[in-house]
C-alpha cells in the first residue's frame, strides 16, 4: 500500500474499491500496518452506510442507478420484478439476507414462475446484494432448465398467413418480421428510413415502467443494421405512408387468431426471425452475415435453427430405418400398409 506526503506534514493512502476512490489522511508519516488499518476501518464504514437499508430500498437505489443506461423495457422489467417479490424478503435489512433467504424466496417463486422468469429473479436480486453487500456469498439452487424445441414455421405456414394478411393492415408487418426484423423496430420504422429497396434499422419502440410507448436506440449495436428487402414491398410502403400505425400488440394478436383460423401450430411473431434464420442457413448464407442481417450479436438463435434442423433429419432417418427393418422382416408377406 502506498504512502504519498501530501504537504510538510500531510500524508494520504487511497484505494480504489468496488469502483470508487476512498482516501485516509494523517498528519504523520504512518507505519504500513497503521495505514492497512486506517484503510479497513475506512472501508468498514463505507459498507455500514447502508446498514439499515432494507432490501427494496436498495433495489429502488440499483434501479435509479441504472436508469439512464439501461433500456426503458428493462428498468420496465426490474420495476416489475420487485412488484412480484414477497412483502418478507423486500422488508429484510440488506445486512441481514442470507443465502438461505434468498434460496427460500427462490423456492416460493419457482411455485408460480418458469424456470427462465425465476432465473431473472435471481439475477436481479443477485445484482442489488452484490453492489450493497459485495462480501455476501450467494450460492442458490435453481430450478432446471426446461428444454424447449423452437417450433420454426413451414414455408406453407408463411405462405397461407401471408395470403391471409394480403390488403390488412398487417401484411406489411408480418412481411417484415419474415425478413428479421423485431416487433419493436417494425412498429418504429418510417418510410424515410427506406431508401430504394434498403431500409435503415436503428430504432425501436418499447414500454416503459409507466406503460407508455417510448422510440429508444435499437436492443444492442448489432441490431442497428441495413437490410434489402423486396422493391415492391418498399414501394407500397412508400405508397401508404407509413409502415404501421396500430397498436404493436395488435400485430401478435392477429397473428394468433390467424393461425387459428388456418389451423396452423401456434407460434408467436418472434418465430418468424428464426424462420428467417433457418431460411438462409438453408441457401447456405454463411452464419456471420445471417447474424448481421437479423441484428443478433451472439449465435444463440443459430444453434437452436441447426438444432431443428437436426431434430428434422433424426426424424426422417429414423422412418426410414423403420421402413428398412419392416421390409427386412415381412419381405413377401401381403401386410396392410395402414399399419406402418
Request: charged share 30%; glycine share 4%.
Amino acid at each position: 500500500m502506498k504512502i504519498e506526503k501530501r504537504g510538510a506534514e500531510s500524508y494520504r493512502v487511497r484505494k480504489m474499491y468496488k469502483g470508487q476512490m476512498y482516501t485516509v489522511t494523517f498528519d504523520h508519516k504512518p507505519t504500513q500496518k497503521e495505514a492497512m488499518q486506517a484503510m479497513a476501518a475506512e472501508l468498514d464504514k463505507a459498507k455500514g452506510k447502508y446498514h439499515s437499508v432494507v432490501f427494496q430500498g436498495a433495489a429502488e437505489k440499483y434501479i435509479e442507478s441504472k436508469r439512464n443506461v439501461l433500456s426503458p423495457s428493462t428498468i420496465r422489467g426490474y420495476v416489475g420484478i420487485l412488484k412480484n417479490l414477497s412483502p418478507d424478503f423486500l422488508d429484510k435489512r440488506i445486512q441481514d439476507i442470507t443465502a438461505l433467504d434468498i434460496q427460500e424466496e427462490i423456492n416460493r417463486l419457482a411455485k408460480e414462475h418458469t424456470p427462465k422468469t425465476v432465473r431473472n429473479y435471481h439475477g436481479f436480486i443477485s445484482a442489488v446484494l452484490g453492489t450493497f453487500c459485495p462480501n455476501l456469498k450467494i450460492s442458490t439452487t435453481l430450478p432446471q432448465k426446461v428444454k424447449n424445441e423452437p417450433y420454426i414455421p413451414s414455408d406453407e405456414d408463411v405462405q397461407r398467413i401471408l395470403e391471409h394478411a394480403k390488403g390488412t393492415e398487417y401484411e406489411i408487418p408480418l412481411i417484415l418480421a419474415c425478413y428479421g426484423l423485431r416487433r419493436s423496430e417494425i412498429c418504429a420504422l418510417h418510410p424515410e428510413d427506406i431508401d430504394g429497396d434498403t431500409v435503415r434499422i436503428n430504432k425501436a419502440i418499447v414500454q416503459n415502467e409507466k406503460e407508455e410507448w417510448v422510440i429508444k436506440a435499437t436492443k444492442t449495436t448489432a441490431s442497428t443494421r441495413e437490410i434489402i428487402i423486396p422493391l415492391e414491398i418498399a414501394e407500397k410502403i412508400q405508397e401508404k405512408g407509413y409502415v404501421y400505425k396500430g397498436h404493436p400488440h395488435s400485430i401478435a394478436a392477429y397473428l394468433r387468431q390467424t393461425e387459428k383460423e388456418l389451423e396452423i401450430p401456434f407460434f408467436p411473431l418472434h418465430k418468424l426471425r428464426h424462420y428467417f434464420a433457418s431460411k438462409m442457413s438453408a441457401m447456405n448464407i454463411p452464419e456471420v452475415d445471417i447474424m448481421r442481417m437479423g441484428g443478433w450479436q451472439t449465435d444463440r438463435v443459430m444453434k437452436a435453427v441447426y438444432r431443428h434442423s437436426m431434430i428434422d433429419k433424426e426424424a426422417r432417418s429414423k422412418r426410414e430405418a423403420s421402413k428398412k427393418l419392416r421390409d427386412v422382416i415381412f419381405s413377401g408377406q401381403n401386410l396392410d400398409k395402414k399399419i406402418f
